[in-house]
């Protein structure tokens, strides 16, 4: 059998989240935003949707509660409706009569982004795509696979695997989140390093404009040199050029051998100089290079109640493996840990090629995100920042907010220069936010950092934006918004600042 097959993961993104007594503070109330000029939604509009759907799929009242929260809990709208269409053309006959009555809409997938970008900031129509779930076709042979954008991301994992492919993402949030929320953020993840990004991978796809108009740019090839390649517009953008509906996608084949090491490190110096012997060293299987400091496995472990395989240090890393044979693989990682270990980069480890074993080490880093969470309100920055300055940031924050905050704390991928920094207190304070906001983004843009690595821009981050792009980029993607959604009905408030 496939390791892949046997990684499969718990769905780790529970509705754990939505739990917790205190709900968050209408967005409204909390960030100074003032509602467009939209039209409120009235009760021929809700006559309409169910018109177009069934009944049973037009969502009102508190069964819209959880379709307004975000997953950090960091932003709450007031929707009065969520519809769950289950075909592009329902998608379209949605849009075009939103269109025509001016009513704002967001489009949610899993609602598993960390950037209060999936849910509305006033009374947005919902458009959620989780009934838009099959599975088309998979192209045994040339891994191209066809989907609606709605299946989630670990339901497509398990479809390709039994096809002996793989999907060439992975996330902490796979059992939740959906293949076109990860099209729409552009997400990143755990195998980027390996994979690259989706603006690879993804060969096409189908999206609803503005206007409802169906938009086909779906393709069955890798080279299709004809023209623009629209395609991109629509990755990355987070539901604010169109929505996505189907997409292609190129799989690779699953590896036959999967091994994997998690070691303990004294300082960041090392960690970089771990991640360069694991270059020389494991070359074309390296498959993963994550970092997590004390703080953040100190957080997963207790919170989550998991068990570290080794003793605590300051650092830690993980490195796969993911090649087409077990013994030549084994060797490789084996020496790469006995060199670093010689060299004094690394002081302990553990490597495994075990399914339980590896999945244990994987829960550990992947549920740090739920066990901050877990600890109280979580400021979250995703930057992409020079490896020379990775971590100093940590050190910089945490001297900056000193005891207002309870954690914070650095991890993240360190093999594609993508910081995860969090910050946790008991509650969300105007007073914390201040000492945090614009602190990071100035501190990432003086070292010519980007201020959002792979979570995207959202709710939070437009009035950021030009600390990573000039004038003139943020000009030119007013005039692309305003070309594709002149009437500004798709995902406001979102993506791109205000004035
Ligand atoms: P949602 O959260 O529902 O939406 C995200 C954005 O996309 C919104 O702006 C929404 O309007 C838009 N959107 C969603 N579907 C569509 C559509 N069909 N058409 C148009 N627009 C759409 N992200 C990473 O990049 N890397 C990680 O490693 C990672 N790990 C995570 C781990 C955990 C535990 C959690 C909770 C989140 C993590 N994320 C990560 C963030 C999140 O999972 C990703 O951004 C993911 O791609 C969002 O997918 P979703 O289906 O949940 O989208
Ligand atoms: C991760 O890599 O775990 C995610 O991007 C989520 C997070 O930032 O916590
Ligand atoms: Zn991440």
């Known amino acids: 059998m496939l390791l892949t097959k046997q990684l499969k993961i718990i769905n780790r993104v529970s509705a754990r989240a939505f739990s917790a007594k205190e709900v968050p503070q209408f967005t409204k109330d909390r960030y100074p935003v003032k509602r467009g000029n939209y039209n409120a939604l009235n009760d021929h509009d809700i006559s309409h949707f169910e018109s177009i759907l069934e009944k049973h799929r037009v969502l009102t009242g508190s069964d819209t509660d959880m379709y307004n929260i975000d997953w950090i809990k960091s932003v709450r709208g007031a929707s009065n409706v969520v519809l769950k269409p289950k075909t592009t053309e329902e998608v379209s006959e949605i849009v075009k009569y939103c269109h025509a009555q001016k009513l704002a809409v967001v489009p949610q997938g899993g609602n598993t982004g960390l950037v209060g970008g999936s849910v509305p900031v006033f009374d947005e129509v919902v458009i959620s795509m989780s009934l838009m779930n099959k599975i088309e076709h998979i192209d045994e042979y040339s891994g191209i696979v066809r ?23 992975d996330l902490g949030s796979k059992g939740t989140c959906h293949i076109g929320g990860n099209v729409s953020t552009n997400a990143g ?52 050029l169109g929505i996505v509906t189907k997409l292609a996608l190129h799989c690779p084949t699953a590896p036959n051998a999967v091994n994997l090491a998690f070691v303990g490190l004294e300082s960041f110096q090392q960690v970089l100089n771990a991640f360069l012997l694991a270059k020389k060293e494991l070359g074309e299987i390296l498959s993963s290079v994550e970092m997590i400091d004390e703080p953040s496995l100190m957080a997963s472990t207790t ?103 309870k954690l914070v704390s650095g991890y993240g991928h360190v093999g594609d220069s993508n910081m ?26 003086k070292l010519k950092g980007s201020i959002s690595a792979e979570h995207g821009i959202g709710f939070h981050k437009p009035k950021y934006l030009h600390y990573s792009k000039s004038p003139e980029a943020i000009e030119l993607m007013k005039q692309i918004k305003n070309l594709m959604d002149p009437e500004n009905i798709l995902n406001p408030y979102k993506v791109l600042p205000l004035s």
């Open 147 to 169: 989907c609606q954008s709605g299946v989630v991301l670990e339901k497509l994992e398990s479809a390709v695997n039994e096809k002996g492919l793989i999907v060439p993402l």
């Open 189 to 240: 993840g755990l195998r980027l390093i390996r994979y690259g990004n989706l603006h690879g991978s993804v060969l096409g796809v189908e999206a609803v404009l503005a206007n409802g108009k169906i938009l086909n740019l779906m393709s069955n090839f890798k080279k299709d040199n004809t023209g623009y390649h629209l395609k991109h517009l629509f990755i990355g953008s987070e539901g604010s």
């Open 303 to 405: 919170m989550c109640n998991l068990q570290s395989p080794i003793q605590k240090y300051p650092f830690y890393m993980i490195f796969e493996t993911s090649g087409s044979n077990d013994e030549h693989d084994k060797e490789k990682l084996n020496n790469f840990l006995k060199n670093a270990m010689e060299k004094s980069i690394i002081v302990d480890g553990v490597a495994t090629n075990e399914p339980s074993k590896m999945r244990n080490i994987w829960e550990s880093r992947e549920r740090i995100a739920e066990s901050l969470l877990k600890m109280g309100y979580c400021f979250k920055y995703d930057i992409s920042l020079p490896l020379s300055n990775f971590y100093d940031i940590v050190g910089a924050v945490r001297e900056r907010v000193g005891s207002h905050a």
């Open 420 to 445: 995860h920094l969090n910050i946790v207190c008991e509650k969300f304070s105007q007073e914390i936010y201040k000492l945090v906001e614009p602190f990071v983004f100035e501190y990432t843009s």
